[in-house]
């Protein structure tokens, strides 16, 4: 077991490792400099802005002081606002771990929950009618989702009211009903694809020969289910709730611009469209420190659930 | 202890099985009688496919239904009467009643879940014990099935046992509730040679030491004159001869059963005798043939075997065999025109 | 005993055995490609949405043709028209020309946008599953067959790059390299690649130990020769399979791209970019963002239910 845990933090090292230098080489490949803008600045403060920035000196030694920087949380300075990357980031993080952490809770419970019901109930209606919704769900882009929801839950009753009632407000992130429809649209694409990787999962544990071990002890339908299929049915999606996280927190970039949340994701958007550098190299690494630290806690916890494990890996 | 044998546990009579398929009907089982005294033990043998294993599941109703079905016939397991039986009494009577190990044990035991842990919930389903009562039974149960360390093994993974320990873990689950029938579903066919003959050797002392009635299926003739009171060998969903195991083995009537016989290779034949196999492959019982089923593998096969289906003849008490040539109008062989081929 | 009457001599006379019949279970046999096809031909559903899938390729390529408008032809005085609205532009005077599925902003053709944008995604999206395949197959083919320190070296670079978040990097790679199409693929590829390599590798792993490699090499076929004459072919169905499901996964970052401002260059359309266009106007006029949604959604759904059609009719397990 030691082992295995060792061997999955040596492997998330490397990886951030490779993209904080990816991302390092990809900003020096930028056409021109993050201070030659649409001003032109005077020689001597171009100067001054490159010895501060240590843009003077060689590459070799601007990417271990990069390096160093980022080690100590230091993710340079916005170039747009000029407030630190990383007082930006964790000014607006939170909103968007609020955001993405109901998402994720919600596209596992959900999704888990159609997913089995679509497997107990195999070729029914049932069955039909969960996999259609999943299929919805794989099928359309969140930014449609959350497009179409905000106009006609959100926007369209309230108008027809007469502005008096409000269902779920349409932008911000506060009261309850502002946070129902972004959780949703954000958590639909994961809530479909794990329901058809539950769905498959768990047709395959219904087949197996325990099921009919179990059966055959005499326990009901409900007990060999609850008991027996779903925990094991459940481990394969877990495996991919690395990826979820990536797919929802990647989500959210779009989701919080169409509703107007101050989360990190539209920062990140905003940084983009303004060409700002600083705030998009800090940004990504602070998303693939994240996702990868995410990453190492799932399969930690595959480690802890799966009985397996233990014995192959360490 | 004394066995009585007058004390039938189980009847089967005259059951059919279909499965209902995307091609069409399926008759896996056509018309199969037995009786199961307490403390019998009755070997069901033949070729895969020929409904052996649909039989046993019948008797559990383990067969998900539809596509299964039971057009005709009755099961009575004591006074229960199973083809009629809703599907709650049916989880009173499984593994109370009647339980059953399987082939596999590498594959039949919940991975994810202690081995004690779903002895223990067997009993708890079966019984007014309680958790810590019945933890206590299981452990009882993995020693009397020989496991050594037994309360150390209860809290261990199924992938922490080998094959022969896992089927023993099978059989101690099996058995935890002292069921009047054990069936036991090729119980050593996925295990290695050695191990199968300790799990067989477990079964026979089991046999000695309690009253549970066992029904042995396999494919493996070897495996049954050990221990089996009585042999019904299956053929294309039927039973096409039934008898002692002496009756079978030395005094067989049917060519199906002879067949069977000459194909198994014993340590102790004539080096000239070579192994026979039977040529082709059981019929296929989304059309089942309208006589004989085994009548197109049959050398010894005549007119009337590929128009009717035989009925039961008796060959002596307790041994009986479905074949035309037992019939009292069948003439001699060369009045027949038969050829040894 | 039966209690039967009697019964004439000549019906017990000798026949003997029937070597025609007695294969009662063998039915006629079928090559694993030609069984695969006929169940895929019983799949009503994956039949529409093969059918569906060409409709489209062949409108995306053969209607921005005949249209009568070019897709970055502004009609600045007829903007954000409705369906079927008839062209007053004085270029096209008494030609009694609809613009079928209204304009835009800027009083361009809807229609041709539509299906000229449908053009560029698609391309997008098979150029980039292509290479993804390409680099796929190579790097698999290689790791699988070799195996040992090789196969170790190799599935652990996959696991690095696996690590790395593809989106970020698909942004940083679209902020570093010009605008357009060929940069959409190129970032698509660089980290798309490592599903297709582990999945041929795992291929290649279980086939490679099978008698006909085993055979193939003791007649002294080279490594290459036997990765692509005797492991690709057999590991086909499961790319197949996989290359379909790669599609939609591919049309959804090409719209997520352009959404957030990565797209193609403007005036160039795209589904992604009508779409991101279409959200700006969505509560004044829907059917701006509703029709590239709907091409986007129809794509995505077709490629879905033909992989999974294809998926079912290759995966013999789960015949029913």
């Not at chain 2, 969903?237 to 199906?256: L, M, Q």
């Amino acid at each position: 077991m030691a082992k295995y845990i060792l061997k999955r933090i040596g492997y998330s090292i490397v990886t951030l490792f490779v993209l904080i230098t990816l991302t390092f080489f990809m900003m020096r490949l930028l056409p021109g400099d993050p201070f030659t803008g649409e001003k032109q600045l005077p020689e001597k403060t171009m100067e001054a802005l490159n010895a501060k920035y240590g843009l003077d000196k060689p590459l070799v030694t601007q990417y271990i002081m990069y390096l160093g920087n980022c080690l100590h949380g230091d993710l340079g300075l916005s170039l747009n606002t000029n407030r630190p990357v990383t007082t930006i980031i964790s000014e607006s993080f939170a909103y968007s771990f609020d955001l993405g952490i109901r998402a994720v809770i919600m596209a596992f419970v959900l999704g888990v929950l159609l997913g089995s019901i679509a497997a107990i109930k195999r070729g029914k209606a049932t069955d039909t009618v969960c996999m259609l919704v999943a299929l919805i769900g794989v099928s359309v882009p969140s930014f449609i989702v959350a497009a179409v929801l905000q106009y006609y839950l959100g926007l369209q009753p309230y108008l027809a009211s007469n502005k008096t009632v409000q269902l779920f407000a349409v932008t911000g992130w506060g009261p309850a009903n502002s946070k129902i429809l972004p959780v949703f649209a954000l958590a639909f694409g994961s809530l479909a694809q794990i329901s058809r990787l539950m769905r498959t999962s768990m047709l395959d544990v219904l087949g197996q020969d325990y099921i009919k071990t179990a059966k055959a002890k005499g326990l009901s339908q409900g007990a060999i289910i609850w008991k027996h299929a779903i925990r094991n049915a459940i481990m394969p999606v877990v495996t991919v709730l690395g990826p979820i996280t990536a797919s929802v927190l990647t989500g959210a970039f779009v989701v919080e611009n169409v509703f107007a949340i101050p989360g990190l994701g539209r920062y990140f958007v905003q940084g983009i469209q303004n060409y700002d550098y600083t705030m998009i190299s800090g940004t990504t690494i602070f998303y693939g420190a994240f996702l990868i630290i995410a990453n190492l806690v799932v399969d930690l916890a595959y480690g802890f659930i799966d009985p397996r494990v233990k014995l192959e890996e360490g | 202890m004394p066995k009585n044998l007058n004390n039938k546990v189980l009847s089967v009579k005259n059951l059919h099985v279909s499965f209902d398929t995307y091609a069409g009907e399926v008759q896996a089982v056509r018309g199969v009688t037995f009786d199961l005294h307490e403390g019998e033990v009755l070997a069901i043998v033949g070729e895969s496919g020929c409904g052996k294993s649909v039989t046993a599941q019948t008797i559990m109703k383990l067969n998900p239904m539809p596509p299964a079905r039971i057009p005709e016939g009755e099961v009575v397991l004591g006074e229960h009467d199973i083809v009629n039986a809703t599907e709650k009494e049916m989880q009173k009577l499984r593994g109370k009643d009647v339980s059953m190990i399987f082939q596999d044990p590498m594959t039949c035991l919940n991975p994810t879940k202690k081995v004690g842990k779903q002895i223990v919930e067997a009993i708890v389903h079966h019984t007014h014990m309680s958790r810590a009562e019945a933890k206590e039974e299981a452990i009882k149960c993995l020693t009397q099935v020989n496991i050594p360390n037994p309360e150390e093994r209860a809290q261990q993974y199924p992938h922490e046992f080998s094959g022969g320990m896992r089927q023993r873990a099978m059989i101690a689950m099996a058995l935890s509730c002292n069921p009047k029938v054990l069936i036991a579903d090729e119980p050593t066919t996925a295990l290695d040679v050695t191990i199968q003959a300790q799990i067989m050797d477990l079964l026979a002392e089991i046999k000695e030491q309690i009253n549970t009635a066992i029904i042995l299926i396999t494919h493996d003739l070897g495996v049954v004159a050990s221990m089996a009171d009585r042999v019904a060998v299956m053929y294309a969903g039927k039973i096409v001869e039934t008898g002692t195991c002496e009756d079978i083995f030395y005094r067989n009537a049917h060519p199906y059963t002879q067949a069977l016989l000459k194909s198994l290779p014993s340590v102790d034949a004539d080096k000239k005798d070579r192994l026979v196999s039977i040529a082709g492959s059981p019929p296929d019982l989304l059309d089942p043939p309208k006589g004989c089923g085994f009548a197109a593998r049959c050398t010894r096969c005549m007119h009337i075997c590929r128009e009717e289906q035989p009925p039961e003849f008796t060959v002596s008490d307790g041994h009986t065999a479905s074949c035309w040539l037992l019939h009292e109008d069948c003439p001699s062989p060369e009045e027949r025109g038969e050829k040894d081929v | 005993m039966a209690n039967i009457g009697k019964i004439d001599k000549s019906r017990f006379g000798w026949v003997g055995a029937d070597p025609e019949h007695r294969e009662g279970l063998s039915r006629p046999s079928i090559t694993y490609w030609r069984d695969a096809m006929k169940r895929l031909a019983k799949n009503r559903v994956a039949l529409v949405c093969l059918i569906i899938i060409v409709l489209l390729i062949l409108a995306c390529a053969l209607l921005p043709l005949f249209s009568s408008f070019s897709s970055r032809e502004q009609h600045l005085a007829e903007t954000n028209k409705g369906f079927f609205f008839q062209c007053q532009d004085d270029r096209y005077e008494g030609k009694n020309l609809v613009h079928i599925f209204g304009t835009d902003k800027l009083g361009r053709d809807m229609w041709t946008r539509t299906f000229e944008g449908g053009r560029v995604s698609l391309m997008i999206a098979f150029a980039a599953v292509f290479i993804n395949l390409i680099i796929g197959m190579i790097y698999g083919g290689v790791s699988g067959y070799f195996g040992g320190v090789v196969d170790n070296i190799m599935m652990r670079i996959v696991e690095v790059v696996n690590g790395i978040p593809y989106l970020i990097v698909v942004v940083l790679l679209m902020l570093v390299l010009p605008k357009g199409i060929f940069t959409m693929v190129v970032a698509y590829a660089t980290v798309g690649w490592t599903g297709m390599a582990r999945l041929v590798r795992g291929q290649a792993l279980s086939l490679k130990n099978q008698e006909f490699v085993v055979a193939a090499e003791a007649m002294g076929a080279r490594p290459a020769r036997i990765i692509a004459r005797h492991l690709l072919p057999n590991a086909l169905s499961v790319i197949i399979i996989n290359v379909t499901l790669a599609v939609p996964s591919a049309i959804f970052t090409e719209a997520f791209l352009s959404y957030i401002g990565l797209g193609v260059p403007v005036p160039q359309p795209s589904w992604g970019m009508l779409a991101q266009e279409g959200a700006a106007v969505f509560q004044v006029y829907p059917s701006k963002l509703w029709i590239p949604a709907i091409a986007i959604s129809i794509t995505m759904l077709s490629f879905n239910l033909l992989g999974d059609g294809l998926r079912d009719a290759f995966d013999p397990r789960l015949r029913r």
